[in-house]
């Protein structure tokens, strides 16, 4: 069974991304900022994180900085909003965060983070 870590502070957004991956399968732990998700880290076998970038408490960045002292091939991908304004609030050149594995732009289509999710799946088994 493929467990995915959904790191997301707007609960509309989470439950939403939570309801369509477990549609297709997935079994889904949601967190509403780094600090939660670490949590569930030392608690849970994780298969894959999904991370929004701008949260409360921990961003993005310094979550996934985190993540990869312990889970350094934990597959992530990272969901955030426009790359301009993703990129000013943080400070970063790109929406490619160093650690990240894939990143998605909202807003984006169920079926195309379904895809980037069993693509990145297939890529880390193989």
Request: aromatic share 4%.
């Amino acid at each position: 069974m493929t467990t995915i870590l959904l790191v997301e502070d707007e609960v509309l957004l989470r439950e939403g991304v939570q309801e369509t991956l477990e549609v297709y399968g997935y079994t889904v732990i949601g967190a509403g900022d780094g600090i939660e998700a670490l949590d569930w880290l030392e608690q849970t076998p994780i298969s894959m994180i999904i991370t929004d970038l701008v949260m409360p408490k921990m961003n993005g960045v310094a979550f996934i900085e985190q993540v990869r002292i312990k889970h350094p091939s934990l597959p992530i991908i990272v969901a955030s909003g426009s790359p301009d304004s993703v990129t000013s609030r943080l400070g970063i050149d790109t929406i490619h965060v160093p650690g990240a594995t894939a990143c998605i732009v909202k807003p984006f289509k169920s079926k195309d983070l379904v895809a980037l999710v069993e693509k990145v799946m297939a890529d880390t088994k193989a």
